[in-house]
């Protein structure tokens, strides 16, 4: 076991995807611009030169019959991962995810699975104001019969693709587009493979749980070391699976803290929030000294003007006033 | 309401000069929209045009003020073209309250519902569905406007594209569909995203009748979109053109064009549509050289005014944050 | 002169890497033209000048990681003599952002009903408390915070005490006690004799079921002389002393396994002996069977803390909040002592007063004691 390295989150996907096309040959890569461009987020530069264009797929703009495509060559025995620009453009491709990726193994009756990984960044923070800017994640995180990921770290990054990839099942793995110039750390050594399926205390507390996911989770825990000045021990819940919610370590922590703050980017009606905040008060009402607080986006399609920007996302002090109201401070 | 327009192009001094002036400043303010994007005045994505404004100059010749508008997301030639104030579209890349849209939309959502002008969409193909359901309310409602939709080439693989196509032909829909065919979406050439790389045959397909022009040359292309634009008015149902043009800079600011070679770029741009109407206007003596300088002093002018607009505009108050989601009713204030 | 700077070419772009210079000092430059090219994450992008002029200067090397805005050249314009750059103009501010709304905050409402945290409620069944006697918080609601500052410690309402839960309940109002109490301590030998010579010879002539422990007369001694010496006996209320008329006693009671409650006498100071004892009979009796009142367990205005029969010859006890005194009574013991210039052999218990000094002094619990001694003096006035 060598010592951990430091790279960016780009790099740790771009390494991921270079792993997975090295160890199956039956795994590929398309989407619009991933070969020849490099991918719009450069996570695949360098990638068609080494496995070629059989493997490198660039695409036209056709996300529906790509993405279904990859539906299909996943049930054909193959191992694709199916590269959507972002979560706006995805919504083209909804129909094949929800009706097609999400149902075929139920309504077979449990003789077809879809193995195949589907990525996609997802996020506001650049002012690409309100067509490049959504959070949708709670939308998949809805439908039973796909699996929702978001890599919050570089060490996630680089360790999901390859657990997602070995899944049977349908993945998709968000990947907010503010984390791709963080960098982190990856432990050394062979296996950087990670679980998918649980939470991560990314920092541990007594007196409030800080509930988050993807590229919150920064914000989080730059609150949480804020309100540690003020006497405030936030534990930090980095979700890493949207569906499955891994409810145990949320509602432990609650059980503890008595204090529940959650943190998500998307729209507060209808969020993954909402989803949390429910399943804390069935499992843990009585552990609660105060309602459950949520930080989420305005309901507002986000606007391009900076601040406006910043007003319409969560950010820390908005972070620390909910602990401090949860803390009746 | 207005009279159509003669289908008919006179080349008049006059109207020479508007076409010149109009691409160069689309030029002017975008080459300065670069340099206000690299001291970070503006943000998100930015898509030049440069390179494609004898399209957008010479279709909206062939319009009305009663005509709609779609177009994309590297819509600023449209909307100057179309007449928009380039104070307000300048303010509007700022994200300032003055800006067209408020600043709620930046460089790719450029409105004005005086103008008809529907707008930049981010997502490609998006606005294909839109333009056909403009022109089906304006034959509802036994009106007689063009509805324009602008996209890229890039479009026509998008499933839209081909429903849009067929739903407009299928219901005889005033729709004149512009091609800007730049040869790249994004990063991506034309023969390696089209099977059949000429749109005038899935335009056929449709039974639309299509027409592909040199969309380098600003007198072809007002040329062609009048006669599309009559036989739309005249009943003839929708009509395509395939606009053949270039980019001459990166899809948006940050790409290093990994994907062309610079020769390429290099000879598309001896075709420079603004170089070669103003040298023809100069040798057939419709222009001198006194009059271009006059015009890049008036369009320089413009310009700097657009961007001291947008410098002293205001920014919208935090406090509207929330405004413009849905409509505000007001009693009776609406059917 | 004018600037030129490592542009951002995205907001993802943060900085780049100077490849090569493209013009060298001196070199004439034309709007458009290429200068530089610089190493992204999205690969080498040509950077090009937005002014006519002249290179007067570059200040980056290639090679280097810079970050966006650095200035990179300066260009001279047109007819420009060379010379230093002119400052730049910094770049335009984002209006400082109005302060956030105000938090959505659930205000204090006037309401019959108390408004408690599932988490205080779940609590305080578990433990037995009445949640009548709990006090909201300034925001009007009680809460884990509230339950760690009730008065009492907690108990289970079935019979059963929940000791975990004491313990808890008990630290959490000693470490309150504290950390916010400063506490001193004032001690005084009694010479006891008296009493319990009375006390035997009382005992001796009443029935057995009506007999007297020693306690009771101490709790009768300790309430007339808090009320011929005001200043220990009531509760320390936002920042004073509120004084009580009436002496409720607080008497520390041992629970078998452990754990310890201080239910109150009320009107120890007024009712006899006889009616004492019954009261604190029927107190231990009920506090062993988890049948407190709670208004016992919250109205006591002074303690007493007697650890006697555990061999204790000094007691320095707590101070429980929000009172404002406790006096601690160790064992009576037989004890040389000198009575009018003779040694002799007396009965003696040490009592100690532990004051709140932000409510009462040192002299008021001397003085305290001192009258206590004589009150116990003339046990038959009891």
């Not at chain 2, 709620?104 to 529907?118: E, K, L, N, P, V």
């Not at chain 2, 407009?168 to 050439?189: D, I, S």
Request: glycine share 10%.
């Amino acid at each position: 076991m060598t010592g951990s390295r430091r790279i960016t989150y780009r790099d740790a996907v771009r390494e991921a995807l270079q792993e997975a096309l090295r160890r199956d040959p039956r795994v590929f890569l398309m989407g619009e611009d991933v070969g020849r461009y490099g991918g719009s987020y450069g996570c695949s530069k360098g990638l068609l030169a080494e496995f070629g264009e059989a493997r490198i797929r660039d695409t036209p703009l056709s996300e529906s019959a790509f993405t279904g495509a990859g539906i299909g060559a996943a049930l054909g025995g193959m191992r694709p991962i199916v590269e959507i620009m972002t979560v706006n453009f995805s919504l083209l491709a909804l129909d094949q995810i929800v009706n097609s990726a999400a149902t075929l193994r139920h309504m077979s009756g449990g003789q077809f699975s879809v193995p195949l990984v589907i990525r996609m960044a997802t996020g506001a923070g650049r002012q690409l104001a309100a067509q490049h800017s959504h959070s949708l994640e709670n939308w998949y995180a809805h439908v039973p019969g796909i699996k929702v990921v978001a890599p919050a770290t570089v060490a996630d990054a680089r360790g999901m693709l390859w657990t997602a990839l070995e899944d049977p099942d349908p993945v998709i793995i968000f990947e907010h587009a503010m984390l791709y110039n963080e960098e982190g750390d990856v432990p050394g050594g062979d296996s950087l493979t990670v679980p998918i399926d649980g939470a991560a205390i990314r920092r541990d507390g007594t007196d409030v749980s800080l509930i988050t996911y993807g590229g919150s989770l920064k914000k989080v825990l730059a609150a949480a070391d804020e309100l540690a000045k003020e006497g405030i021990s936030g534990e930090v819940i980095d979700l890493r699976s949207l569906r499955p919610l891994d409810e145990r370590t949320i509602l432990n922590s609650v059980e503890k803290t008595h204090r529940a703050v959650i943190v998500d980017e998307g729209w507060r009606s209808g969020s993954l929030a909402g989803e949390i905040s429910a399943r804390i008060m069935e499992g843990a009402f009585f552990a609660l000294d105060w309602p459950v607080e949520r930080v989420c986006s305005a309901e507002v399609p986000i606007p391009y003007a900076r601040h406006l920007e910043i007003a319409a996302t969560p950010q820390v002090p908005g972070i620390v006033s909910a602990v401090r109201r949860a803390m009746r401070r | 309401m207005s009279a159509p327009p003669d289908p008919r192009v006179h080349l008049d001094r006059e109207h020479c000069l508007k076409l010149l002036r109009t691409m160069m400043l689309i030029r002017r303010f975008e080459e300065r929209c670069a340099e206000l994007y690299g001291e970070q005045k503006i943000r998100g994505f930015l898509h030049l045009y440069i390179g494609e404004e004898a399209n957008a100059v010479g279709v909206m010749q062939a319009l009305t003020p009663e005509d709609a508008i779609v177009a994309t997301y590297r819509e600023h030639g449209h909307a100057l073209a179309r007449g928009l104030p380039a104070t307000e579209v300048m303010a509007e890349m700022y994200g300032k309250a003055t800006g067209s849209s408020r600043g709620r939309g930046g460089s790719m959502h450029i409105f004005d519902a005086t103008r008809r002008f529907y707008g930049g969409n981010a997502i490609v193909g998006g606005g294909l569905p839109l333009a056909v359901g403009l022109a089906l309310a304006d034959k509802l409602r036994e009106k007689t406007p063009v509805t324009c939709c602008f996209f890229g080439e890039g479009a026509a693989a998008e499933g839209e594209f081909h429903e849009s196509l067929n739903l407009a032909a299928l219901w005889k829909l005033p729709v004149l569909f512009v091609c800007e065919n730049n040869r790249y979406a994004m990063g991506t050439a034309l023969e390696r995203s089209e099977s059949e790389p000429d749109f005038c045959r899935h335009a056929a397909s449709y039974r639309i009748p299509a027409e592909a022009v040199d969309g380098m040359d600003v007198v072809a292309v007002e040329f062609a979109a009048r006669r599309a634009a009559q036989a739309i008015r005249d009943g003839a149902g929708p009509q395509f053109l395939e606009n053949r043009t270039y980019r001459f800079r990166a899809h948006s600011m940050f790409d290093a064009e990994l994907y062309r070679d610079k020769a390429e770029v290099e000879a598309w741009k001896q075709r420079c549509p603004i170089k070669r109407f103003r040298s023809w206007l100069i040798e057939t003596g419709v222009v001198h050289d006194n009059d271009v300088a006059a015009l890049e002093r008036d369009v320089e002018a413009e310009v700097e005014a657009a961007v001291a607009f947008a410098e002293q505009a205001s920014w919208e108050p935090e406090a509207d944050l929330t405004r413009d989601v849905l409509t505000t009713l007001t009693p009776g204030g609406r059917r | 002169m004018t600037d030129f700077r490592m542009p951002s070419l995205g907001a993802d772009m943060e900085e780049g890497t100077l490849v090569e210079w493209l013009k060298q000092p001196g070199d004439q430059l034309h709007r458009g033209d290429i200068i530089a090219v610089v190493e992204t994450q999205k690969g080498a992008i040509e950077i090009e000048v937005f002014h006519d002029g002249v290179l007067e200067k570059t200040h980056a090397n290639p090679g280097t990681r810079l970050p966006v805005g650095t200035l990179l050249a300066t260009i001279r314009g047109e007819g420009e003599a060379p010379g230093p750059p002119l400052p730049s103009a910094a770049p335009a501010e984002l209006p400082r952002a109005p302060s956030p709304p105000p938090p959505r905050a659930i205000a204090p409402q006037p309401s019959a009903r108390r408004k408690i945290t599932p988490a205080a409620l779940r609590r305080a069944i578990g433990d037995g408390l009445d949640i009548a006697t709990l006090t909201p918080g300034p925001d009007g609601i009680i809460g884990l915070r509230e339950l760690a500052q009730a008065p009492a410690p907690p108990k289970r309402r079935t019979g059963g005490i929940n000791l975990d839960e004491m313990r808890k309940a008990i630290a959490a109002a000693m470490a309150r006690s504290k950390r916010e109490i400063p506490h001193y301590y004032v001690s005084s030998t009694i010479d006891m004799t008296p009493m319990v010579d009375w006390l035997s010879a009382e005992n001796a002539r009443r029935p057995a079921p009506d007999r007297i422990l020693s306690a009771v007369p101490v709790i009768k001694a300790c309430a007339l002389a808090l009320r011929k010496v005001p200043g220990l006996n009531g509760h320390f209320i936002d920042g004073r002393y509120v004084a009580d008329d009436s002496v409720k006693m607080g008497v520390g009671i041992a629970l078998h396994g452990g754990g310890l409650i201080a239910p109150a006498l009320d009107g120890s100071d007024t009712m006899s002996l006889g009616d004492i004892m019954q009261r604190l009979s029927d107190l231990v009796a009920r506090v062993r069977g988890g049948r407190l009142r709670s208004s016992e367990l919250t109205d006591a205005t002074v303690t007493l803390s007697n650890l006697g029969d555990e061999s204790a010859d000094t007691v320095l006890p707590v101070i429980y909040p929000p009172q404002v005194a406790i006096i601690g009574v160790g064992q009576i013991v037989e004890r040389p002592w000198v009575v009018n210039g003779a040694l002799t052999a007396r009965k003696l218990a040490t009592f100690t007063v532990a004051g709140d000094h932000r409510a009462n002094d040192g002299r008021i619990a001397a003085r305290f004691l001192k009258v206590l001694g004589q009150v116990l003096q003339t046990p038959e006035a009891l």
